[in-house]
């Protein structure tokens, strides 16, 4: 099974400031059509997991553009610039490329 | 609006039987395979299975093969897991994601407790 190794577990950080946030994967997530399926999800307190990124980079619908995505291979990183209040909650990396899917442990996003 | 709705809930005893509905509305369901994933209490997220499109193939994580079947009507639009010989580790909220590697839209999830 593919590992996703996400660090730090935990952030605390002013409203204004930027986070980064890192997913290691154990093997490349590239896939055999060329894509790499690499998600980044925000689990809001008491929701349900809502996807903000997909194949690495790519923002979904209303997801405000603080939110970037970059990486490759087996190296992929979540940055959120100029952190509001809203964006509290637990982020999670996803594969989606080799089955098992899985997913990294989570990084707790708190607001000072 | 894409909307994607579990029911079936509830506690049951170990080494019981249990099955999750997931109703799908706002698109073609049947274009789409779908994901089970679960979340123990103050755990992390766990994907579980996937059943692809037109139910020509299923894949199940390790920790349920055997137990759990997915299964889908697409005349009803309805994605099912069927859980068997239920464990108190089975214990966690159960989503229903869209489409196979890309976990697009999500479900409110529904609480399982297994416990005697």
């Known amino acids: 099974d593919v590992v996703m190794t996400q660090t730090p577990p935990s952030l605390s950080v002013a409203i204004g400031q930027s986070v980064s946030i890192s997913c290691k994967s154990s093997?490349?997530?590239?896939?055999?059509?060329?894509?790499?399926?690499l998600n980044w999800l925000l689990q809001s307190p008491g929701r349900s997991p809502k996807r903000l990124i997909y194949q690495v980079s790519k923002l979904d619908s209303g997801v405000p553009d603080r939110f970037s995505g970059s990486g490759s291979e087996k190296d992929f990183t979540l940055k959120i610039s100029r952190v509001e209040a809203e964006d509290l909650g637990v982020y999670y990396c996803?594969?989606?490329?080799?089955?098992?899917?899985?997913f990294g442990s989570g990084t707790k996003l708190e607001i000072k | 609006e894409v909307q994607l709705v579990e029911s079936g809930e509830g506690l049951v005893q170990p080494g019981s039987s249990m099955k999750l509905s997931c109703v799908a509305s706002?698109?073609?369901?049947?274009?789409?395979?779908m994901n089970w994933i679960r979340q123990a209490p103050k755990k992390g997220l766990e994907w579980i299975a996937l059943i692809y499109y037109d139910s020509s193939s299923k894949y199940y994580a390790d920790s349920v093969k055997g137990r759990f079947t997915i299964s889908r009507d697409n005349s009803k639009n309805t994605l099912y897991l069927e859980m068997n010989s239920l464990r108190s580790e089975d214990t966690a909220m159960y989503y229903c994601a869209r489409s196979g590697g890309l976990f697009d839209y999500w479900g409110q999830g529904v609480m399982v407790t297994v416990s005697s």
């Open positions: 093997q490349s997530l590239v896939a055999s059509d060329k894509n790499t399926y």
């Open positions: 706002g698109f073609t369901f049947s274009n789409y395979g």
């Open positions: 996803l594969q989606g490329t080799h089955l098992p899917f899985t």
